[in-house]
T-cell receptor, first 115, second 118 residues
Framework: AQSVTQLDSQVPVFEEAPVELRCNYSSSVSVYLFWYVQYPNQGLQLLLKYLSGSTLVKGINGFEAEFNKSQTSFHLRKPSVHISDTAEYFC?????????????FGQGTILTVHP | GAVVSQHPSWVICKSGTSVKIECRSLDFQATTMFWYRQFPKQSLMLMAT?????????EQGVEKDKFLINHASLTLSTLTVTSAHPEDSSFYIC??????????????FGPGTRLTVL
């Protein structure tokens, strides 16, 4: 079985400050990792995904994440946040193989950017 | 990008009644769709995989007779909560992959349906 843990349920930051949203996972098999963002009253939207290759993945809106296999982590970062980044962020994994598109999600992190 | 819609966005019903939730892929075809459930302040939990033209695959612990799934076309999957009870109150979200439904596909999510059972 696999699991995803998002270490912070809420992260408040000031505008233009850097931010890191932490995600750790557990799996006995190789995984694919995803970060999704959910704005109020909207569906989840893909920010970025790690499938293979370079461990540093760049996504939309200036976000990036680094896959660290030894620490089983996939932390999301942005060097300078905007008010519009206020949303809930979900880390998710797919265990591959016969998992097809099924995702295991973390609990979510609410990012609030203050002016 | 691809768009997935859900209808209704919210519904309130009496205990014992059935509620149908629709999930539509608006500009692409989806042979596979996924249904998730989200309790307040908790993560999304996969309930079932909806397969066009065949039976849905349910995750362990999900009652297939209570949560009926029908994937009648390449753009529509429905989830019917039968004989709903207050403990079924939750946020139901569907997703559809942009390709064949493989592990590396991007999932497109609907905006969710808030079900409240009185």
């Amino acid at each position: 079985a696999q699991s995803v843990t998002q270490l912070d349920s809420q992260v408040p930051v000031f505008e233009e400050a850097p931010v890191e949203l932490r995600c750790n996972y557990s799996s006995s098999v190789s995984v694919y990792l995803f970060w999704y963002v959910q704005y109020p009253n909207q569906g989840l939207q893909l920010l970025l995904k790690y499938l293979s290759g370079s461990t540093l993945v760049k996504g939309i809106n200036g976000f990036e994440a680094e896959f660290n296999k030894s620490q089983t982590s996939f932390h999301l970062r942005k060097p300078s946040v905007h008010i519009s980044d206020t949303a809930e962020y979900f880390c998710a994994l797919n265990a591959g193989g016969t998992s097809y598109g099924k995702l295991t999600f973390g609990q979510g992190t609410i990012l609030t950017v203050h002016p | 990008g691809a768009v997935v819609s859900q209808h209704p966005s919210w519904v309130i019903c009496k205990s014992g009644t059935s509620v149908k939730i629709e999930c539509r892929s608006l500009d692409f075809q989806a042979t596979t769709m996924f249904w998730y459930r989200q309790f307040p302040k908790q993560s999304l939990m996969l309930m079932a995989t909806s397969n066009e033209g065949s039976k849905a695959t349910y995750e362990q612990g999900v009652e297939k007779d209570k949560f009926l799934i029908n994937h009648a076309s390449l753009t529509l999957s429905t989830l019917t909560v039968t004989s709903a009870h207050p403990e079924d109150s939750s946020f139901y979200i569907c997703s559809a992959p942009d390709s064949s439904g493989g592990s590396t596909d991007t999932q497109y999510f609907g905006p969710g349906t808030r079900l409240t059972v009185l």
